[in-house]
């Protein structure tokens, strides 16, 4: 049953209660036999009450579109219960689309703070490297040119955008691994007196071009 019909009942059974309609009759009271008082008129009838959740008016049937801001995607799923939440709820487009803002606006939340926590992480770990023993010091750019070269032979541009991406190019251990590596190879490339078969044209890079420790003096 929609809500116009609920509100038109309702309003009628107000009618019929209050006032003196000509549906109802306005003859005495008959007398009650024993003590001569009148009895109240029998009531109008009255429909019924029905289930409490007949009377909400059924969601209209709404094409939800929502703009999410830049950067921010949602999932077919998320968005299939987005849409079937606010058809349940009856909201109209506007409505709908502040609910999509909110979640949005908290999934950039969730983002920045775990960019920050990755950056914080990586700033301790460059900080650690920089101060380590054996792959830090002054001679730090030199012993992560060799570990790059490590890298360069063993691994592979997967391999380095991975790195980067996460930031564990910045972990000291993995540096360390790498420059013992490194350090082998260039142990087996010596020749006999004491020169190096290195290329003039190998240059003292870092071990990850783009990573944070490439900025560091």
Do not use: C
Not at 67 to 72: A, C, D, I, L
Not at 96 to 113: E, M, P, S, T
Not at 126 to 153: C, H, N, P, Q, S
Not at 184 to 202: H, K, M, Q, T, Y
């Amino acid at each position: 049953m929609n809500l116009e019909t609920t509100q038109t009942l309702m309003t009628t059974a107000t009618e019929t209660t209050e006032g003196a309609s000509s549906s109802v009759s306005t003859a005495p009271a008959p007398a009650d036999a024993a003590t001569g008082d009148q009895q109240p008129p029998p009531a109008a009838d009255t429909p019924a009450p029905e289930n409490q959740s007949e009377t909400t008016e059924a969601a209209p049937e709404t094409v939800y579109e929502f703009t999410m801001p830049e950067g921010v995607e949602i999932d077919p799923a998320t968005l299939g219960n987005l849409t079937e939440l606010s058809k349940e709820l009856g909201l109209t487009k506007e409505q709908a689309q502040k609910v999509a803002d909110l979640g949005a606006q908290q999934a950039q939340r969730w983002a920045a703070a775990q960019e920050q926590a990755i950056n914080d992480v990586s700033a301790q770990w460059i900080d650690t490297v920089k101060t380590d023993k054996e792959i830090g010091g002054d001679r730090m750019a030199e012993k992560l040119a060799v570990a790059k070269r490590a890298l360069d032979r063993f691994g592979s541009p997967e391999l380095t955008q991975l790195l980067d991406e996460s930031r564990l190019g910045n972990h000291p251990e993995l540096i360390r691994a790498f420059y013992r590596a490194g350090k082998a190879i260039s142990d087996d490339a010596l020749v006999p007196g004491g020169r190096s078969v290195r290329g003039s044209n190998d240059p003292a890079s870092r071990l990850y071009d783009n990573s944070n420790l490439s900025s560091q003096g």
